[in-house]
């Protein structure tokens, strides 16, 4: 069987390569330059993410939201829906990283430059 001291000795040789996973994963996230906008599953725009503006966005039953650029980074300033959660989602500015308004039916999505082309071939 397994001695106290070979199981904390485990414990913290898991422990440490988990924080070190993290930190890695932290450190090598990819920029995002391009915000996707999609109702319902439609693409509906793409937006650099450089830009400084504001954007409304029409959900599909008629809900709106305003998509805010400023500083790199992409957030919902305001939304129609009851609950507010996109509204209260942090800023994104990585690829990968999303703000979804379910009861609209809108995706916020960062895109990196490789998958914005992709995706503007594919269309």
């Given at each position: 069987?397994?001695?106290?001291?070979?199981?904390?000795?485990?414990?913290?040789?898991?422990?440490?390569?988990?924080?070190?996973?993290?930190?890695?994963?932290?450190?090598?996230?990819?920029?995002?330059?391009?915000v996707?906008?999609?109702?319902?599953?439609?693409?509906?725009?793409?937006?650099?993410?450089?830009a400084?503006?504001?954007?409304?966005?029409?959900?599909?039953?008629?809900?709106?939201?305003?998509?805010?650029?400023?500083?790199?980074?992409?957030?919902?300033?305001?939304?129609?829906?009851?609950d507010k959660?996109?509204?209260?989602?942090?800023?994104?500015?990585?690829?990968?990283?999303?703000?979804?308004?379910?009861?609209?039916?809108?995706?916020?999505?960062?895109?990196?430059?490789?998958?914005?082309?992709?995706?503007?071939?594919?269309?």
């Amino acid at each position: 069987m397994f001695k106290k001291k070979d199981i904390i000795i485990y414990i913290t040789v898991l422990l440490l390569a988990g924080a070190a996973y993290l930190i890695y994963a932290g450190m090598h996230k990819e920029t995002g330059s391009t915000v996707r906008v999609t109702v319902d599953g439609v693409r509906i725009g793409g937006y650099p993410l450089t830009a400084e503006r504001k954007i409304p966005v029409t959900g599909r039953y008629g809900g709106e939201l305003t998509l805010v650029l400023s500083g790199g980074k992409a957030h919902v300033e305001a939304s129609s829906c009851p609950d507010k959660i996109c509204v209260k989602h942090s800023p994104v500015s990585h690829a990968g990283e999303s703000i979804i308004c379910l009861p609209n039916r809108i995706v916020i999505e960062i895109v990196s430059e490789e998958d914005a082309v992709i995706d503007a071939v594919s269309q």
